[in-house]
């Protein structure tokens, strides 16, 4: 294995997993997991994570081909230094550890109640109108695959995957952020609200923006020495 490859990898799994630890889609998975089978759960949230670490590699893989990647090293070394910067203010500012839990917690509450209340009023068109997927996968598997797509599109997490992965090996990047995404999915999903509600989101912000930081001074100097 090359040494661009292992330092691709390295870079991707240790931001995977400071940035997806007390993520909103890690409290989705552990609270999703104490109310339907842990197995479909974890393949859900998996392989939604899955999917966008490859689609965001490969969106970090192209952006050297539709720019420079003297200018793509820059973009990516201000996104390390903006995002490290933002994760520290989030770090000092955020009220509790235990909001963003309360929060998603509710919204899935909500979500619940409003499918229970629809579906007593459908049971006779159940079978009549079921979805097109719903016929191959699990509704659950489906339900957690969206929930976490759709909460990791656009997220931090996906955007600094972009930049690593037009900085580093692809390749590398790809790997560890699957391998990221499997210890921090297969976390949540096994230690439920319980595991969930122990973790210092403060402390975890701090490392991360820490880290982002890190990664932008490597970068600038890498710019500096060449």
């Known amino acids: 294995m090359s040494l661009s490859v ?50 965001s590699a490969l969106l970090g893989w192209a952006a050297p081909n539709l720019i420079s990647r003297k200018w793509a090293h820059h973009i990516t070394t201000l996104l390390f230094f903006g995002f490290g910067l933002w994760t520290l203010w989030e770090a000092f500012t ?48 489906l339900k957690a695959f969206s929930i976490t797509f759709f909460g990791e599109w656009g997220d931090k997490s996906q955007l600094a995957t972009i930049g690593l992965a037009a900085d580093e090996n692809p390749l590398g990047v790809v790997i560890g952020g699957i391998i990221g995404q499997a210890l921090c999915t297969t976390a949540a999903v096994l230690g439920g609200k319980s595991l969930a509600s122990q973790i210092s989101e403060k402390m975890i912000a701090l490392a991360g923006g820490v880290l982002f930081l890190v990664f932008g001074v490597q970068s600038f100097l890498s710019t500096a020495g060449s």
């Open 6 to 55: 292992v330092q691709g990898f390295t870079k991707s799994l240790a931001m995977t997993v400071l940035s997806e630890i007390g993520d909103k889609t890690f409290f989705a998975a552990a609270i999703l997991a104490m109310r339907h089978p842990r197995r479909l759960v974890l393949a859900g949230c998996l392989s939604a994570l899955i999917v966008m670490t490859i689609l």
């Open 94 to 141: 955020e009220d509790g550890d235990a909001e963003e839990l309360s929060e998603v917690e509710a919204k899935l509450d909500a979500d619940f109640k409003a499918a229970s209340g629809k579906a007593d009023s459908k049971d006779d068109l159940k079978k009549q109108r079921r979805p097109f997927l719903t016929q191959f996968f699990s509704p659950i598997l």
